[in-house]
């Protein structure tokens, strides 16, 4: 499965994004998840969904993230408010099971 992701963009402390996420092949039964790279750190897990609708959050984002998926149409999304000068980087979906191929990834940049 491949993942491309969509949706970044440079946006202003205290706004939105929502990103995109399609997958090539079935998901409906697989953990998907958000990650994101901030600029010189490491990828981190951000947000989860589980095929039942059931979802995790990073304590940072919890009040802010809103995770989902479509599964007839093989698609996750994040949707971000009130965003963070430090909610900057590039951001990722995969599988939080078994890692696919990272797709190359959305850039989101909050800055004034």
């Known amino acids: 499965v491949q993942f491309t992701e969509s949706g970044g963009g440079l946006v202003q402390p205290g706004g939105s994004l929502r990103l995109s996420c399609a997958a090539s092949?079935?998901?409906?039964?697989?953990?998907m998840a958000w990650y994101r790279q901030p600029p010189g750190k490491p990828r981190e897990l951000v947000a989860r969904i589980f095929s039942s609708g059931n979802t995790w959050y990073k304590l940072s984002v919890r009040d802010q993230f809103t995770i989902s998926r479509d599964g007839a149409k093989n698609m996750v999304y994040l949707q971000m408010n009130n965003l963070k000068t430090e909610d900057t980087g590039v951001y990722y979906c995969?599988?939080?099971?078994?890692?696919?191929?990272w797709g190359q990834g959305t850039q989101v940049t909050v800055s004034s």
């Open positions: 995969n599988n939080f099971e078994r890692f696919e191929p």
């Open positions: 092949g079935d998901i409906s039964s697989t953990i």
